[in-house]
Each structure stands twice: as C-alpha cells, then as structure tokens.
C-alpha cells in the first residue's frame, strides 16, 4: 500500500464548477501537507501547504487536511480552463528530508 | 534566474546503453533530488543529496547512480539502460528558506528501446 493515495481521476467539470481534490495517507508521523499543479509536458510547482490540521485559503484555493480521518483535500471555487492540469498531493515529516507524492489527479475544466 | 535545468529534454537508447541525465539549479539550495513519473504511479524518487558530498538512496534506486558534482550540479548516469527505466525524468532543489517547496526542472523524456 503507498503511504499517499490519490484518486487518478480523470476529473472533467464545467467552467465556474467547484471542484474538490483529494487524498488519503497512512504514516501518522506525516506532519506537512502540499498540493503541487503540474501542467502538461511541465514540472511541478508548488500550490499551496499547510501544516498540521486545519484550513488554508489562499483566493480560490482551499487546502484542508483531517488527521484523524488521514485525509487531504484541495477544494477550487469558479474554476477556470487555466486551471486544467494535474494535481499532485504530498506529504512528509519533520525528519523526513523527502517527499511521498500521491499519483496525481487529471483535471479538465470544459470552457 | 534559470531556476533548475534539465538537460537533455529528450532522448531515445537502445537497451543497454548508457547516458547521464543532467541538472542544475541557481538558488544556492543545498538539498537536490531525481525523481520519475510514470503514469499511475506519481512521482517517485530515485536518489537524493542533502548537501553537497552526501548522497542517499530513494525508492527506487536501483539501475540508477547518482553524483553530486558541487552544490549546483546533480547528474543521474543510467549505466546499462532497460525498458523498465522508460519514463520522465525530474529534477528538483530545495532550500532552507522553505521546506515545504521543492522546485521542479521542466523533465527529460526518456524510452529506452
């Protein structure tokens, strides 16, 4: 089992939907949660973090984490075509020097 | 500011082969990594270096050696290359200022014949 599981989609939703990403994970000592956007034929780049539970918004892009259900999620209002790409979840511990990614989910959003 | 470097964007081998895939960065980060992505199974990490001298294996190290040449330069030599290594290469650095944010090179895409 990978510690970081993420539904592969893919996920096609209609401009101005709210679209709502998500993760589960199994290492309890995970303590940082990352949401990367990877655009085609690009790298990853870093969306948004948050440490521990809780929210955080950042325009219209809401990073939540859940630790005593293990779930991550990654909620985008009024989607919009540019937002088109692949979302990747990640996480680590404080003593971990390296990321554990999800697989990532495709998203589409139809103009 | 180029940020990471990847060099080549794209290559094609015949089993067996050998190449050294190429990165660097220049934001003085001290920690560099190689990852793949293959469909399905996200992003996987090869090997890392956590400052320049150190090298540590990651989840999938094996066909794979790795030098980190000074604190910019991170080169991934695949010795004898196999089907099984066809697959989209990453690179990526990561500075102190924040953990949480590795940054990516734009990948090199590799089959392996």
């Known amino acids: 089992q990978k510690e970081v599981e993420q539904d592969p989609g893919p996920l096609s939703v209609p401009e101005g939907a709210i679209v709502s990403l998500n993760c589960t994970y199994s290492n309890s000592a995970f303590q940082y949660f990352m949401w990367y956007r990877q655009y085609s034929r690009k790298g990853p780049e870093l969306l948004m973090y948050t440490y521990s539970s809780g929210n955080k918004e950042d325009g219209r892009f809401t990073a939540q984490v859940d630790k005593s259900s293990k779930y991550i999620s990654l909620f985008i209002r009024d989607s919009q075509p540019s937002d088109s790409a692949t979302y990747l979840c990640?996480?680590?511990?404080?003593?971990?020097?390296?990321?554990?990614f999800g697989s990532g989910t495709q998203l589409t959003v139809l103009p | 500011n180029a940020g990471v470097t990847q060099t080549p964007k794209f290559q094609v081998l015949k089993t067996g082969q050998s190449m050294t895939l190429q990165c660097a960065q220049d934001m003085n980060h001290n920690s560099m990594y190689w990852y793949r992505q293959d469909p399905g199974m996200g992003l996987r990490l090869i090997y890392y270096s956590a400052s320049e001298g150190t090298t540590d294996k990651g989840e999938v190290p094996n066909g794979y050696n790795v030098s980190r040449l000074n604190k910019r330069e991170f080169s991934l030599r695949l010795e004898s290359a196999a089907p099984s290594q066809t697959s989209v290469y990453f690179c990526a650095s990561r500075g102190a200022a924040n953990a949480n944010e590795q940054f990516f090179g734009p990948g090199t895409r590799l089959t392996v014949l």
């Open positions: 990640a996480s680590y511990s404080g003593s971990a020097r390296q990321l554990t």
